[in-house]
């Protein structure tokens, strides 16, 4: 086969800024299209650090997150001329969330650096958090000198054998002349067919030797050929199944959002009249607006998307993988289902739930070759009446909507700020979040209604991932309000890269929904621990240890608290008019709110609960 060049294939940063600030389908077709090719550099003498820098600029990266540290000090050298923004995070975990945050919120590759060793093995959870998420990273790591590795020499750790389990490839690379292929093939790894992290680690020595710099290498990458058209034969039956159901629905996930497919969803969603369940990582794909949007699925999902994916007769799942947190107990998920699942990625499918037509390819070429599938069906008269099936959905969504109870001691609501501050900073904005109830009240109480608006962690469920994932964001898309709603014990893990925003001018805005506990595991000990609480507490109400306002203050950012229904507007009104620096708003809300609906985990989704104590009634005939 013709090997491709990075001019081809690689994410021409010139082409991506013109777009960043309203990234839509056109921007985020996994790099199968060409991108505007980069002026082709003359061979030059350099070292490896300078053919490293070198690479990156003619692969059109704009910036990279990182820390030096011996290993990777070669490197700094030539950045330090470089047109590469290198941003000086706090830690290196930081610069992992942040180059994921970049890449979520532009549809690029971010990329981080770090050293070797410890500041290699602090990127360990960044790197799995893009693995589980699907989001194209390249992390560079330095290594120590190619004759000490084996040697347990100084700050020598094998990174590469660590995340070979979390990275879609990683390298070690065994000269300076291979650093311009190398690095090509990462972005192309990275950022084609399913996107992954890629790790590139790179001695020391070889950093430093002499070498020639040549732009373009060809890539070396044989058998790496992922599928983007469907089977046709697959997609007819597919069609022909979509006709004929009366109870169907439309499984949507993060792939779609990946594939730029959003426009092609809501076609094929108003051409069919589907229901559309959109999961955690797929919130925006679809408006939450639209009549046909049932809401998100699984174990806090509302009752008429675990009801319709539960009751249904065909699920046609886009982009999506069946994970535990949808299916609930997996033998009990779906019982009179047929399934049609389609994904980029063929190892997902019939990995968790029998797929009765499979059909492998790039979300976009699927929902395009379904959507004139679907209109010959329709041409030739075929369609199935689902009038019966709103009829119920809709009942359920009028009986059991997403709703919440003020809290009986007086205390603020965090469904209530969240609620506001959706209202008030309104769909434009990109919502990061991080892990844990406020996280599940961001996706509920937040209406998204375009893509690469709502951020999080959802494989991998890493908290502290907010802070440095807004910090990401804003810098790929500047003129872009960010807000991070961050729960007090998230923020406790990485808040020092409020301290990168204030010096780098990167003005995000920090929500911190203060409960004064671990909240979800807190949730889980009241309803399965016999409200025995062990170590949740975080003093953060009892003691105000620590005072988030005044680390706000301390870090370089505006501080405030907000403490009663009456002061959210006001306060949350405040933040928005400050953009020339950090904004950190301590919300001091109940501890005692609980997410619901909820699933408990491992059961059935039939054992949906509504409310503490109350399960949704459904007709006789729906179960």
Known sequence: MTRPTPETLAHSARRARTTAETPGDADHTRAASPAVPAAR???AQVSGAGSLVRSLEALGVDVVFGIPGGAILPAYDPLYDSTVRHILVRHEQGAGHAATGYAQATGRVGVCIATSGPGATNLVTPIADAYMDSVPLVAITGQVASPSIGTDAFQEADIQGITLPITKHNFLVQEASEIPRV??????????????????????????APTTFAWPPTLDLPGYRPTLHPHGKQIREAARLISAARRPVLYV??????????????KLAELTGIPVITTLMALGAFPDSHRQHLGMPG?????????????????VALGARFDDRVTGKLDSFAPDATV?????????????RHADVPIVGDARHVIDELLAAVTAERAAGRGADIADWWTQLDDLRERYPLGYEEPSDGTLSPQYVIKRLGEIAGPDTIYVAG????????????????????????????????VPAAMGAKVGRPDTVVWAIDGDGCFQMTNQELATCALEGIPVKIAVINNGNLGMVRQWQTLFYGERYSNTDLGTHKHRIPDFVKLAEALGCVGLRCETAEEVDRTIEMAMSINDAPVVIDFVVGKDAMVWPMVPAGTSNDEIMFARGVRPAFDEDDI
């Open 299 to 315: 174990m806090h999902g509302t009752v008429a998307a675990v009801y319709g994916l539960q009751k249904a007769d065909l699920i």
């Open 41 to 43: 550099p003359a061979p």
């Open 183 to 208: 690095l090509a093939e990462a972005f192309h790894l990275a950022s084609t067919g399913r996107p992954g992290p890629v790790l590139v680690d790179i001695p020391k020595d070889i950093l430093q």
């Open 253 to 266: 996930g993060g792939g779609v959002l990946k594939a730029g497919a959003t426009e092609g969803l809501r």
């Open 435 to 466: 892990v844990g109830q406020h996280q599940m009240w961001a996706s509920q109480f937040i209406s998204y209604e375009k893509p690469q608006t709502w951020l999080n962690s959802g494989g991998l469920g890493t908290m502290g991932y907010a």
């Open 340 to 352: 049609v699942h389609a994904d980029i990625d063929p190892a997902e499918i019939g990995k968790n």
